[in-house]
T-cell receptor, first 118, second 117 residues
């Protein structure tokens, strides 16, 4: 168990460019979550998957955002036509389906991808 | 919709002292879970402690304990014998508990705790 891995750790992009982030969850975890955290704020839910199915999307996830988890393992989050307001830390987390094995509903978070749009 | 409020943006405590971080929440759910997460400067979120709403007994984890007041919708975190390594952002979070497995978290805005010598 190597934890939840997110790549890249940092991304600087010009406004209008597309960016893609990757999250590799803990292998036995079937749920994967994406959150966005702006400076000085708590994380805000974006979307989550159970296996390959995207079960819920926040209204924060505009049409420029898309997330996939094609084989129920890793996930990608793509932002098209980035705007300065997209600058934030993007956090990924995963959880185990068996409530007895995930310290009672706690997640495992990755270290995040910090996006800066200039 | 659920909301989580942390009214203390910053707190400071001396090493070895005790500090209490406040959290209130609003929900119409009866079955839910509450969490405190710690986010050190390295930014990885770490679970500190959790509480099931149906349990009356307050959760404890070593130096960390909670005061869960369900009727008042209050969930404070007490850190005893504070250590320098406790310096971090602390987030209170809510999760609905009727889904049978983990689901999305609703976070508060956080309290920045500084432990000083």
């Amino acid at each position: 168990d190597t934890g939840v891995s997110q790549n890249p750790r940092h991304k600087i992009t010009k406004r209008g460019q597309n960016v893609t982030f990757r999250c590799d969850p803990i292998s036995e975890h079937n749920r994967l979550y994406w959150y966005r955290q702006t400076l000085g704020q708590g994380p805000e839910f974006l979307t989550y998957f159970q296996n390959e199915a995207q079960l819920e999307k926040s209204r924060l996830l505009s049409d420029r955002f898309s997330a996939e988890r094609p084989k129920g393992s890793f996930s990608t989050l793509e932002i098209q036509r980035t705007e300065q307001g997209d600058s934030a830390m993007y956090l990924c987390a995963s959880s185990h389906p068996d409530r007895s094995k995930i310290n009672s509903y706690g997640y495992t978070f990755g270290s995040g991808t910090r996006l800066t749009v200039v | 919709a659920q909301t989580v409020t942390q009214s203390q943006p910053e707190m400071s405590v001396q090493e070895a002292e005790t500090v209490t971080l406040s959290c209130t929440y609003d929900t119409s759910e009866n079955n839910y879970y509450l969490f405190w997460y710690k986010q050190p400067p390295s930014r990885q979120m770490i679970l500190v402690i959790r509480q099931e709403a149906y349990k009356q007994q307050n959760a404890t984890e070593n130096r960390f304990s909670v005061n869960f007041q369900k009727a008042a919708k209050s969930f404070s975190l007490k850190i005893s014998d504070s250590q320098l390594g406790d310096t971090a952002m602390y987030f209170c979070a809510f999760m609905r508990g009727n889904t049978g497995t983990a689901s999305k978290l609703t976070f508060g805005t956080g309290t920045r705790l500084q432990v000083t010598l």
